[in-house]
């Protein structure tokens, strides 16, 4: 065999010995990849983090879905509160009133005058009570008013006697309404009292005459303010 036959046999030798060793190199290196790859799959089951993290998310979630709920209790407190202070102070109110209207009822032979301080309390009890007895005398009246209307129903034969009851009928009924407003202005009478404003005129607010206030106890009006009023209306009626 030829010297440069047998070189080039030795140099392909060669060249398939050094493909051979790359290609197991590169066999090697691709079985370490997939070693590592392998340990790194097989590590990833540890990973515990994913379950805490659920957990953190879902401890998030309940405590945004808690903060509504401790406002809507705190709202609902606060309204309590203000529940027991307005109903304290309604209870203050009425104790006020009815330490008011507590005063010893004055004897019967009692009389306001000008000398005492006006509007005492001992003035004040006198007039409320005459307010509210004047006030149950007309309620009495309008019940039996009502209860003599429903037992008159009978058809009376003669035209002067029918003419005669249905005038009456008509009167009483008028009246029963001039009353029904006067009982409207002896509650304002009354509500003055509790405002401490009883007793004032409306127009000028100096103190009306005892006089007058006993004689007429719904009065708003002092004498000299009630002339001056009549004076006006009577102007205007003439023109």
């Known amino acids: 065999m030829a010297p440069a036959a047998k070189k080039k046999t030795a140099t392909k030798t060669k060249t398939k010995a ?11 290196v691709k079985a370490k990849t997939k070693a590592k790859t392998k340990a790194k799959v097989k590590a990833k089951p540890k990973t515990k983090a994913q379950p805490k993290a659920k957990a953190k998310v879902k401890a998030k979630v309940k405590a945004k ?3 509504p709920a401790k406002k809507k209790v705190a709202k609902k407190a606060v309204k309590k509160t203000a529940k ?38 001992r003035q004040q009890a006198y007039f409320r ?15 039996e008013t009502i209860v003599n209307l429903q037992e008159d129903t009978a058809n009376h034969p003669d ?35 509790d405002e401490g404003t009883y007793g004032y005129c409306e127009e000028t607010g100096e103190p009306i005459n005892v006089r ?6 719904i009065a708003t009006l002092s004498i000299e303010a009630q002339e001056r009023h009549e004076r006006r209306e009577k102007v205007y009626r003439d023109d």
């Open 84 to 121: 027991k202070a307005s109903s304290r102070k309604a209870v203050a109110k009425t104790a006020t009133r009815s330490s008011s209207r507590r005063v010893s009822v004055p004897d019967e032979d009692y009389r306001p005058t000008e000398d005492e301080p006006f509007m005492n309390k």
């Open 18 to 28: 050094k493909a051979k060793t790359k290609v197991k190199a590169k066999v090697k």
């Open 212 to 217: 007058r206030l006993d004689a007429r106890p």
């Open 65 to 67: 879905a808690k903060a």
């Open 159 to 193: 035209l002067a006697d029918r003419a005669t009851s249905e005038s009456e009928r008509s009167l009483e009924l008028r009246t029963r309404d001039r009353q029904r407003k006067l009982v409207i202005k002896i509650d304002q009478a009354i509500a003055r009292i």
């Open 129 to 143: 009570k005459r307010l509210e007895d004047w006030k149950d005398e007309i309620i009495r009246e309008s019940r």
